[in-house]
Nanobody, 115 residues
Framework: QVQVVESGGGLAPPGGSLWLACAVS????????VVWYRQAPGKERAAVAT???????SYLDSVKERFTNSRGNADHTYVLAMKNLTPQDRAIYYC?????????WGQGTQVTVSS
C-alpha cells in the first residue's frame, strides 16, 4: 500500500524559512510527478509546486523564486523548501505523488507564518 507522509511544518516569522519533507513508501513503480498543494482557511486547495517526471519544476506565480520543490537526499523523499514566507503562505500543505497506479495524498502538515 502506498503511503505518503509529510513532515516539517510549523511556525515561522514573516520572512522566515521552513522545509517540508514528503516520504513515500510502498510504491512498486517510479514516481513521476510530485505536487505540493496547500489549502488556506476559507480557500480552495491549490497546487503550489510541481516536480514533473522530467525533473523540471513549475510553481504558482505567488511562490516563484521563494519555493523550491526537489528530490530529497534519501530515496523516495521530496522536499519543499520555502523562504521569505509571508502570512499569505499560511495553510495546510499536502504532498501528492503520481505513479502508474494513481495519485496518492499525504495527510497534510500545517504551516503558520506569524510574528
Amino acid at each position: 500500500q502506498v503511503q505518503v507522509v509529510e513532515s516539517g511544518g510549523g511556525l515561522a516569522p514573516p520572512g522566515g524559512s521552513l522545509w517540508l519533507a514528503c516520504a513515500v513508501s510502498g510504491t512498486r513503480y517510479p514516481v513521476y510527478t510530485v505536487v505540493w498543494y496547500r489549502q488556506a482557511p476559507g480557500k480552495e486547495r491549490a497546487a503550489v509546486a510541481t516536480l514533473h517526471g522530467n525533473g523540471i519544476p513549475s510553481y504558482l506565480d505567488s511562490v516563484k523564486e521563494r519555493f523550491t520543490n526537489s528530490r530529497g537526499n534519501a530515496d523516495h523523499t521530496y522536499v519543499l523548501a520555502m523562504k521569505n514566507l509571508t502570512p499569505q503562505d499560511r495553510a495546510i500543505y499536502y504532498c501528492t505523488i503520481r505513479d502508474n497506479t494513481g495519485d496518492y495524498w499525504g495527510q497534510g502538515t500545517q504551516v503558520t507564518v506569524s510574528s
